[in-house]
């Protein structure tokens, strides 16, 4: 084999493990097809929605006492999203009444997050639809937060600062307009270049050691593990941005006062 079918080896398998896969979930030693229905990220999506389920559900005990073991590290997290993200950028009422909520986008952006870090598993929030589904949920409460708490008017006020020139209204509205579609936006890139690059990067130090041989074998995979090791951090830390930026976005149009 010819380095540069080396190479396009290498990129074959980068492309095969950070996009989604249509017909099949390889695993090491078989693939399993996937309905047409379904490609490889959107059964990530059904496994990690059936993970929490059953964490929730069937092992997460609230009966009054003290938590313990994986009820209390559970509560950890909880009690952060409620108390550091929900409350302080929602304000006590809706931030108690949106923690469910914030708490669940939390728990579902890390367990993919997580599940990409294991070979067996792919990244489903290295796709960008998928990212832009969870942003367009941010946006869906942003719009119906801001109309139940203001009324329609109230809304469309909020995009109208108090106390500014109407000439300069006339081209601060339309940038405020845009503005609202910006932030999920942003949302969905910067999760999906985040989870994605990652990924690439892990999968580019391993194909040196391939193309180059066993010198470049050691120093390579050990920057793979590296990088791999801050990939757990970086997965905390997306769901975390994301969670916050979707209190902060949704608090700002239901209080634009504030």
């Not at 006590?92 to 890390?110: A, K, Q």
């Not at 909020?158 to 000439?167: I, N, T």
């Not at 949302?187 to 391939?210: K, Q, W």
Request: with cysteine.
């Amino acid at each position: 084999m010819t380095a540069q079918d080396v190479q396009t080896a290498v990129q074959a398998y980068i492309q095969h493990h950070t996009m989604s896969n249509p017909h099949a979930w390889s695993l090491p030693f078989f693939s399993i097809p996937l309905p047409a229905p379904l490609s490889l990220h959107a059964m990530m999506l059904l496994l990690c929605s059936f993970f929490l389920v059953f964490i929730f559900g069937v092992l997460y005990r609230k009966d009054g006492r003290a938590p313990r073991g994986l009820t209390n590290c559970l509560e950890i997290f909880i009690l952060f999203v409620r108390d550091q993200i929900a409350l302080p950028n929602m304000g006590p009422e809706d931030g108690r009444r949106f923690t469910p909520f914030l708490c669940t986008l939390f728990f579902f952006i890390l367990g993919l997050n997580v599940m990409g870090l294991i070979p067996v598993f792919g990244t489903a929030t290295a796709n960008v639809n998928v990212t832009a589904a969870l942003a367009l949920v941010t946006l869906t409460f942003m719009i119906g937060g801001g109309i139940y708490h203001n009324g329609v008017g109230g809304f469309v006020k909020s995009f109208l600062p108090h106390g500014v020139p109407w000439p300069i209204l006339i081209i601060l509205f339309p940038i405020e307009v845009i503005g609202m579609f910006v932030k999920p936006f942003a949302l969905t890139i910067r999760l999906f270049a985040n989870m994605l690059a990652g990924h690439v990067v892990i999968f580019s130090l391993i194909g040196l050691a391939v193309s180059f041989g066993l010198k470049a074998a050691v120093p390579a995979v050990a920057m793979a593990c590296g990088i791999y090791f801050l990939e757990i951090l970086v997965a905390f830390l997306q769901a975390f941005i994301f969670t916050l930026l979707t209190a902060m976005f949704i608090g700002s149009f239901m209080h634009p006062a504030h």
